[in-house]
């Protein structure tokens, strides 16, 4: 069995390492969110094709708020590493030298198509299309839907009149009718996304008004309505004065 000169044997010593780069990893991660204000880049793993995409996306995102930190391509290498574990981090430590003097690889592009080659779904482009037409607006602002729109249209190429389209397909029955009322609906895919936010903003408070209905509002130190009439006086079947309370007018007929 092989073992370095400290006596440790290579899985030992891979072992060892993977558990220090998490140590490190999460030091590291709770250092910069405190001092940057932002959360760190996540970990990933390769358990799940379908969170790849998102990390590339925040791993960029990292690495682009603060440039000076990262200034060449083997300090994000170095960074990226230390965010990658389990079946990840097994697929790369043979780039990893044990001096830790330079990762074998050109550049982070160079490793992110690596991972995207091992760990990304095979039929991506099947699957981000299932799932625009399946993406409708229903009960959400129309904010988080186009947020969520321009997310899967980053990865298909679609055109801007196929992308208006779709658009206007997921959109709510409300914004939907008050487009068609309005005639306000555009050829063109901005214009369009800047209508429905205005139709929104103008819609969503008589939604909201209509679910919470304001209360009618009420003088100072006014009885509530159920209790400001005065009770009833009983009815007088004989056509007397003896259903009268208190002071009443004489009756002359007893005399």
């Known amino acids: 069995?092989?073992?370095?000169?400290?006596?440790?044997?290579?899985?030992?010593?891979?072992?060892q390492l993977q558990t220090q780069v998490v140590a490190m990893a999460t030091a590291q991660g709770g250092a910069n969110a405190a001092q940057k204000g932002f959360p760190d880049a996540p970990i990933f793993d390769g358990s799940k094709a379908e969170e790849l995409h998102t990390w590339i996306i925040q791993l960029h995102n990292e690495l682009?708020?603060?440039?000076?930190?990262?200034?060449?391509?083997?300090?994000?290498?170095?960074?990226?590493?230390?965010?990658?574990?389990?079946?990840?981090?097994?697929?790369?430590?043979?780039?990893?030298?044990?001096?830790?003097?330079?990762?074998?690889?050109?550049s982070l592009n160079v490793l992110i198509d690596l991972l995207r080659q091992t760990f990304d779904d095979p039929d991506r482009t099947r699957t981000t299309n299932r799932e625009i037409w399946k993406l409708k607006q229903n009960n959400s602002t129309f904010s988080l839907y186009f947020a969520e729109f321009d997310r899967?249209?980053?990865?298909?190429?679609?055109?801007?009149e196929v992308q208006r389209e779709q658009l206007y397909v997921g959109?709510?029955?409300?914004?939907?009718?008050?487009?068609?009322?309005?005639?306000?609906c555009s050829d063109r895919l901005g214009h369009l996304i800047q209508i429905c936010r205005e139709v929104e903003n103008r819609?969503?408070?008589?939604?909201?008004?209509?679910?919470?209905?304001?209360?009618?509002?009420?003088?100072?130190?006014?009885?509530?309505s159920s209790a400001s009439a005065p009770a009833p006086a009983p009815a007088n079947p004989m056509g007397t004065n003896s259903g009268h309370y208190g002071v009443v007018p004489m009756d002359l007929s007893a005399t």
């Open 64 to 106: 682009a708020m603060q440039p000076h930190l990262y200034p060449d391509d083997q300090v994000c290498l170095r960074y990226t590493f230390n965010h990658l574990l389990g079946a990840v981090l097994n697929l790369i430590h043979v780039y990893v030298p044990e001096n830790n003097r330079r990762i074998l690889l050109k």
């Open 152 to 160: 899967i249209m980053e990865e298909l190429n679609w055109n801007e």
């Open 203 to 224: 819609i969503r408070p008589c939604a909201v008004e209509r679910v919470q209905p304001g209360r009618t509002q009420q003088l100072p130190h006014s009885a509530p």
């Open 1 to 15: 069995m092989d073992m370095d000169a400290s006596g440790f044997t290579l899985k030992q010593r891979f072992t």
């Open 171 to 184: 959109l709510s029955d409300e914004i939907k009718d008050d487009l068609v009322t309005s005639c306000s």
